[in-house]
């Protein structure tokens, strides 16, 4: 069964008596452990359909199912749920706290989970580790590299323990040696079962996924795998 089934689904915005319709009859099956890259111009709607998976928005008609769950208008709550613990997401200008160390930032989810603080420590630090970046664990984002705020970032989505991680053009702040170190990383986590849907315009970064879909104008053109 798949993991995210999408039916028909469309996203509407309005303003006014102006109606924008960002996606329109969206069909779409996502299996465990796949390595999705989702390519389209600016305005696609790529970043809609990202942001519907990733649960932090609903569409305006349509079924979502999650592991079978339809969870297309179900309480805020719920979804929450969902994004605290099973999706995590990456983003392009990495989203950390200033104010806070880079253990403190990859803290920050797991402060919603019922943990102990020895626990919370133990999982931190193993993502740290696992992104290659333990050694910067009392550092501030201030006193980083930006390859290494989207390692903390990353780190941030792992520790959490989420099995789907959704990536928003994550090495478009980033140099392209330290982006495609980015890249490799997302490949050994999949290669470690997390499903990884990307986004990107770039040809050469969707490379690194085994399917490729291709959306314009809110519909998707075409689905493919390697």
Known sequence: MAIIELREITKEYRNDAIVTQALSGIDLSIETGEFIAIMGASGSGKTTLLNLI?????????????????????????LSDI????IAFVFQHFALIDDYTVFENVEVPLMKQ?????????KVLSAL???GISQ?????PTHISGGQKQR???????????????????????????GKEVLHL??????????????????????????????QDGRILSDEKK
């Open 54 to 78: 990733g649960c932090m928005d609903v569409p305006t008609s349509g079924t979502y199912l999650f592991e079978g769950e339809d969870i297309s208008h179900v309480a805020e709550r719920r």
């Open 83 to 86: 994004r605290g613990k099973r």
């Open 114 to 122: 019922s943990l102990s603080k020895a626990e919370r420590k133990r």
């Open 129 to 131: 580790e696992l992104v």
């Open 136 to 140: 910067l664990a009392k550092k501030k």
């Open 152 to 178: 903390a970032a990353i780190a941030r989505a792992v520790a959490c323990g989420a099995d789907i991680i959704l990536a928003d053009e994550p090495t478009g702040a980033l140099d392209s040696k330290t």
């Open 186 to 215: 997302f490949t050994e986590l999949n290669e470690m079962g997390k499903t990884i849907i990307l986004i990107t315009h770039d040809k050469q970064i969707a490379s690194y996924a085994n399917r490729l879909i291709t959306i």
